[in-house]
């Protein structure tokens, strides 16, 4: 397989195309933003860990029969998906209170919640990501009423799938944030990534912080946990 043009450059990886067809190459960076773009970083090493964690996750969710985009990881930064259309949603599914949750509505981070919440935003920069509701959605034609129903059965299914996993790794996932696309036949896929830039990850026993709160929060040790939850997740 090999890259042709360059497609898009986004904050933390980039898409080619290649010669073959339905297929793009991601390239993922070591740049980091955060605080809606105004944070702007370097986190060594991170693209090649985000590309590893997030494929072995994403293998993992396709043998629990979650569709992906995931085709074949090409080396330390670079992984073959398949090309799909962005749903431009960005779906957050929360177990712990944490982050713009806790701050939204002024509760404190880490009250467990009795079942999972989920949440949409519009994936658009200039209107710094608004949050929306399934109606919302469907009116704006982001989506229609069966892809939105869909995409929450499957934003629920992975929950469970990687809350379990990450148990097994001595972590509790906190909340994450997951992008799907769809196929040219329709299908909707699980797209993005899956990795510390992506989700919450607390230490099982010390609610240790190991993910980009790190950066955000200028919490240090920021290479140090994604090194850790490197080791975590391949032992
Ligand atoms: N998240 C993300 N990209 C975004 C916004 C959020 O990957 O543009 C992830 C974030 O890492 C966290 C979850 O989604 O795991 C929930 O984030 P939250 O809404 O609390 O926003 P934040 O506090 O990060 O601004």
New binding site residues.
């Given amino acids: 397989m090999k890259k042709t043009v360059e497609l898009y450059e986004g904050k933390a990886k980039k898409v080619f195309d290649t010669d073959i067809e339905g297929v793009v190459i991601v390239s993922y960076k070591d740049d980091a933003t ?3 773009g105004l944070k702007k970083g370097t986190i060594m090493g991170k693209g090649a860990i985000n590309n590893r964690i997030s494929n072995y996750l994403m293998q993992l969710l396709e043998k629990e029969g979650i569709p992906t985009h995931f085709v074949r990881e090409l080396n330390d930064r670079e992984t073959a998906v398949k090309k799909v259309s962005i749903v431009p949603l ?1 779906v ?1 599914v ?1 177990n712990i209170s ?6 939204r509505y002024g509760v404190e981070e880490g009250i467990v919640f009795e079942e999972p919440t989920i ?1 949409f ?1 519009y ?1 658009n920069d200039a209107l710094h ?1 608004p949050l929306l509701n399934a109606y919302h959605a469907v009116a704006l034609d982001l989506a229609d009423k069966t892809e939105i129903q869909h995409i929450k059965l499957l934003a629920f299914r992975i929950n469970y799938i990687l809350k379990e996993f990450f148990k097994t790794r001595n972590i509790k996932l ?4 997951m992008e799907f696309g769809r196929l040219p036949d329709g299908t909707i896929v699980l797209a993005d990534e899956i990795s ?5 990850f607390w230490d099982y026993d010390t609610n240790q912080k190991l ?3 790190r950066f ?1 929060r200028d919490m240090g040790g920021v290479e140090d946990a994604y090194e850790e939850m490197y080791r975590r997740v391949f032992g």
């Fill in positions: 955060a605080l809606d960005e957050i929360r944490a982050g713009s949750f806790s701050k949440e935003s994936k990501d906190v909340d994450f944030k510390p830039d992506t989700c919450r993910d980009k709160d955000r």
